[in-house]
């Protein structure tokens, strides 16, 4: 159940704010249909995340010298630091649905997209290389994903005024360094 929970939390704090967030706020607010979009990003999520733990689990499983574990571990003390970062995007880009398309295709191609080279999509890469367990990965992080989409986009707006998104960055920040360095110190031999 590990990696399931630490792929969920650690997905679901890094994703605040992030800018996937953010689009989908924007879709929420363009569209007004919630399920639709829902049901895209989660499609989306399922696709990206396991292509990116699957990614993380082959390296890990070719590399497994003490080096690998090494950079694993300062990716996660990285991440940390990236999260800080706050995202933005242009709400004033226009963003319509082609006439025939759906907002579920529509949504789902957008978030594909947006995820690609994301901070949460790097850190699936990463999880999936810590942990021997590729579909805990997906599922948590595709669940990380989807408690921290759905609110924002059945809330949107008030949601976005309302939660203090710099705490749960820098919470997020938090766990990024705190499981990098747990690595480091079971790699060097201080837990035991």
Same mark, same amino acid.
């Given at each position: 159940m590990t990696p399931l929970f630490t792929s969920a @939390? *650690? #997905?679901?704090?890094a994703e605040m704010g992030d800018k996937t967030q953010l689009l989908a706020m924007l879709l929420a607010t363009r569209f007004r249909k919630p399920l639709p979009i829902i049901l895209g990003i989660f499609a989306a999520?399922?696709?990206?995340?396991?292509?990116?733990? !699957? #990614?993380?689990?082959?390296?890990? @499983? #070719?590399?497994t010298q003490d080096w690998f574990r090494y950079?694993?571990?300062?990716?996660?003390?990285? &991440?940390?630091?990236?999260?800080? /970062? %706050?995202?933005?995007i242009d709400a004033d880009a226009p963003l319509r649905a082609p006439p025939r398309?759906?907002?579920?295709?529509?949504? *789902?191609?957008?978030?594909?997209?947006?995820?690609? @080279?994301?901070k949460t999509q790097v850190a699936t890469?990463?999880?999936?290389?810590?942990?021997?367990?590729l579909l805990a990965v997906t599922l948590g992080t595709t669940l990380g994903m &989807? /408690?921290?989409?759905? %609110?924002?986009? !059945?809330? @949107?707006e008030a949601l976005a005024k309302k939660v203090p998104m710099r705490a749960l960055q820098v919470g997020a920040a938090l766990l990024f360094l705190a499981l990098g360095l747990w690595m480091l110190a079971d790699l060097i031999g201080l837990l035991g």
């Open positions: @939390g *650690l #997905v679901a704090l999520t399922i696709a990206n995340h396991f292509l990116a733990a !699957l #990614v993380g689990h082959s390296i890990a @499983g #070719v590399l950079v694993v571990a300062l990716s996660f003390i990285a &991440m940390a630091g990236w999260t800080l /970062i %706050p995202d933005r398309a759906s907002v579920i295709l529509t949504t *789902l191609i957008a978030f594909f997209l947006l995820e690609m @080279g994301d890469v990463a999880l999936g290389a810590r942990f021997d367990n &989807m /408690i921290a989409n759905v %609110p924002a986009v !059945l809330c @949107g």
